[in-house]
């Protein structure tokens, strides 16, 4: 069972990236598109980082396994940053 530094870390983490989504939907819709396609490439680094964290140490000890959950949620919200600064 993960902690609960864990747990509030991984809701924190869905609630940005479900704002970043919500809004980069918004603008596809309303038509903007985005200028590269590095942006995609973000979107999936940043939704994918925490459930890969979370499959590669599935058979750890709880210590690494929330080392790794703690490492990808911060490579996800460090990605959702630079989608926000990139625009």
């Known amino acids: 069972m993960p902690s609960r530094r864990v747990a509030q870390l991984e809701g924190l983490l869905t609630v940005v990236l479900v704002i970043t989504a919500a809004g980069g939907l918004g603008l596809l819709v309303g038509g903007a598109r985005p200028r590269e396609l590095l ?3 973000y979107g999936a680094i940043a939704i994918g980082a925490v459930p890969v964290a979370d499959s590669l140490t599935r058979q750890a000890d709880p ?5 790794a959950t703690l490492i990808g ?3 996800s919200l460090v990605v959702i940053v630079r989608l926000f600064g990139t625009g």
């Open 39 to 41: 942006h995609f490439i």
């Open 63 to 67: 210590r690494p396994r929330a080392i």
């Open 73 to 75: 949620a911060l490579v």
